[in-house]
């Protein structure tokens, strides 16, 4: 509440001449809405922040610990990631048009999302009585589509289906599902998708070069490998690396 009231001060002492042009100025431009049927009320204001602070911070904090794990077993991957970081970024910070550019990463971060969701499951409720192959599907029942079992079923993978092989990925998500997309659907499917897709990936495909540029890393030997689920996949032991500074100076 004290960014949003730093902003609405702001406003009324016109230092400012709106609340933002990113996603906070747009909900406290519809919570000052002088129309009462658009105007957001303060416990949706509220609700809006919290769901997207959490739907934003432990799924890409998920995310970026499976692929630093992925990459730190598979060295290949890694200097192959590094490489194609260094190729387009140098030592500078990423930037926007280097992001698309990034080919291999890319196709590194669907296999962690495929063997490693971050949400391993989506929920729906069944609208109205429905038949879905041999079953019917009463109104009001709760359904718990698993992702990851999805993710991991041999008949649509191979018999690989459990190893990491980003090379699936080399003609895009179309390509590795043969364009089934109950294939693959680490950020759900259908109108109520994540919203916040493009935005997550971006995130992750910035941290991660910046660790590719600083650090080449290999897993400890503590590790004990046991995702669990508590709301995202975690390391129930978390992830022990270790990191060698690729800057001898640092
Ligand atoms: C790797 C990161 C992420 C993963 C794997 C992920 C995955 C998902 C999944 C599976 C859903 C449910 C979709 C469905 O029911 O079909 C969802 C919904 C949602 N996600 Fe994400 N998400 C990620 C990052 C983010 C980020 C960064 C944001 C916001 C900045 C975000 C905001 C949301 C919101 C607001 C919804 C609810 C959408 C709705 O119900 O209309 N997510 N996400």
Known sequence: MKIVKKREVEVVNGEADS?????LGLLLKAFHDSDEKNKLSLEDLVGECKTFYFAGHETVNSLLSWTVFVLAIHGDWQEKARREVIQ??????????????????????NETLRLYSPLTSIVRQVGREVQLGKLVLPANVDLLVPNMALHRDPHLWGDDVHLFKPERFAEGISGATKFNAAAFFPFGL?????????????????ALSMILQCYKFTLSPAYVHSPMTILTLRPQHGIQIILESLHKDA
Do not use: W
């Open 19 to 23: 609340f933002g042009n990113d996603f």
């Open 88 to 109: 387009i970024f140098g030592n500078q910070n990423p930037h926007p048009e280097g992001i698309g550019k990034l080919k291999t990463m890319t196709m590194i971060i």
């Open 190 to 206: 259908g109108p109520r998708s994540c919203v916040g897709m493009t935005f997550a990936t971006t995130e992750t495909k910035i």
